[in-house]
């Protein structure tokens, strides 16, 4: 499927290991950004690039780092989470990050901590 | 900040009958609206958007409101079937990248 791809789709990690998250977007979009969904919460925002620049950090603890190579790949690196960080973690792409547009969002990441 | 709040957060109707999501803003400034679809195991994807410079948006069973005034945007769908069967999210945008979601709704639509 094109659009944007999330690797991998299941992921269950230990509070001491290290794992990245991969996204790849084939649209052509200048923004892509990391979202968490936690069961009946809205959709928070992490970070945002744009043009490969982060643009955006929402006060998310330094055990989330991020990294955009270019603008069609987005990661979210992980180390020491919490039990309580398990949750789907959604990336998305738009066009433009300063024009209302439509995200595209990838199938997400079930992120388990145990 | 924005905030943006989401009612009901689930909703059982009949197949066929008409079913509305209502969401509440904050700031004033927000211009732009979209609505996203989440079924079970897939990602969200836009069902239909509108811009706070028209009142009202109607695509097919689907139609969205917008009362700049008392700021809130409802989503309605009428003729549901069980295809409908999603959460439904609502958010709002004041520009940029800051698209702000509401917490979503479950809609169960029964054959």
């Known amino acids: 499927e094109t659009g944007v791809t999330q690797t991998p789709r299941h992921l269950v990690m230990g509070m001491t290991n290290k794992k990245s998250l991969k996204c790849e977007q084939h649209?052509?979009?200048?923004?892509m950004y990391w979202y968490k969904q936690s069961a009946k919460k809205p959709l928070e925002l992490m970070f945002v690039?744009?043009?490969?620049?982060?643009?955006e950090n929402n006060s998310v603890p330094s055990r989330f780092s991020p990294e955009c190579p270019n603008s069609s790949h987005l990661f979210l690196h992980l180390h020491t989470l919490q039990p309580e960080d398990s949750a789907l973690y959604l990336c998305?792409?738009?066009?433009?990050?300063?024009?209302?547009?439509?995200?595209?969002f990838g199938q997400g990441t079930r992120l388990t901590v145990v | 900040g924005e905030n943006v709040e989401q009612h009901p957060s689930t909703l059982s109707v009949q197949e066929g009958d008409s079913a509305v999501i209502k969401c509440t803003y904050s700031?004033?400034?927000?211009?732009?609206f979209p609505w996203y679809k989440q079924e079970l195991g897939k990602r969200p994807q836009l069902i239909i958007d509108?811009?706070?410079?028209?009142g009202e948006k109607k695509d097919q069973r689907i139609a969205v409101t917008l009362n700049k005034t008392a700021k809130h945007f409802s989503l309605h769908i009428t003729e549901t079937q069980p295809e409908d069967s999603a959460v439904y999210f609502c958010a709002a945008n004041t520009g940029g990248f800051k698209t702000i979601f509401g917490a979503g709704t479950r809609l169960f639509v029964k054959a």
């Open positions: 690039y744009s043009l490969e620049e982060r643009v």
């Open positions: 998305a792409s738009s066009q433009d990050e300063l024009v209302n547009t439509e995200a595209f």
């Open positions: 649209l052509g979009h200048n923004a």
């Open positions: 509108i811009r706070s410079n028209v």
């Open positions: 700031d004033s400034a927000s211009n732009y």
